[in-house]
């Protein structure tokens, strides 16, 4: 997820995006929005414990949009989920951390 670019001196840097990379999302704006900027502070707040950032964000999305949303971060996962339409997003942040959160009843 990150780009290379050529340093002076003909290096090449690797350089890491800041910033949620949405790879696939069918949520309403205002929830997309939320969904990014929780995993955005809670990926920062734990950057060493994914099972804490996860669990911030599903928290958080319970208590806002209702209950019932799982969330998964990590490096080097797959997954096969069915979720309520409307309710997903999959996303990268800093690179290579993947955030998938969803709805299901």
């Not at 997309?32 to 964000?57: D, G, H, P, Q, Y």
């Not at 997003?89 to 998938?100: D, L, P």
Request: contains cysteine.
């Amino acid at each position: 997820m990150g780009d290379e670019v050529a340093a002076p001196g003909g290096t090449v840097e690797k350089v890491i995006h800041t910033y949620p990379l949405i790879r696939h999302s069918d949520m309403s704006e205002e929830m997309r929005i939320e969904a990014m900027e929780l995993s955005v502070t809670a990926c920062e707040k734990f950057a060493a414990n994914n099972e804490l950032a996860a669990r911030m964000v599903k928290e958080s999305m319970d208590k806002k949009f209702g209950a019932a949303f799982h969330v998964v971060v990590g490096e080097s996962y797959g997954f096969e989920i069915t979720y309520e339409c409307t309710t997903i997003c999959y996303m990268y942040f800093g690179g290579n951390q993947a955030i998938v959160i969803w709805k299901c009843s």
